[in-house]
């Protein structure tokens, strides 16, 4: 079963950035997977925000364009996002999904890092 680990969530002040990163425990796939970040605030559902295709085409949603940066390291097996601008009083949860090739392994969810936006 793969496994999706979420690091770098944290607290943060408004206007400020933070990187969240998620290693995927299957090594060599990264590179040829769709990647995407979700975020989940309190009493609502689970949003996608940012994909990253395997051809390494990148979508955001209308909210976050021109603030986050979704990436991958192949090496690393690693797929970031890097948030800009954050919003105060923001508590929502990140969580990294990956969606490899058919027949290599299960679409797969990461179980999610907090962030706190506060002064």
């Known amino acids: 079963q793969v496994q999706l680990v979420e690091i770098g969530g944290g607290l943060v002040q408004p206007g400020g950035s933070l990187m969240p990163s998620c290693e995927v425990s299957?090594?060599?796939?990264?590179?040829?997977?769709?990647m995407g970040w979700a975020s989940q605030a309190p009493g609502k559902e689970r949003e996608l925000i940012a994909l990253l295709s395997s051809k390494n085409e990148p979508t955001y949603v209308d909210p976050v364009k021109g603030r986050f940066t979704i990436f991958r390291k192949n090496s690393e097996n690693t797929v970031s996002l890097r948030m800009n601008a954050l919003p105060p009083d923001a508590t929502p949860v990140y969580s990294c999904h990956f969606a490899p090739p058919e027949g290599i392994a299960p679409n797969s969810w990461g179980q999610g890092t907090q962030v706190t936006v506060s002064s």
């Open positions: 299957l090594g060599g796939v990264v590179s040829i997977s769709d």
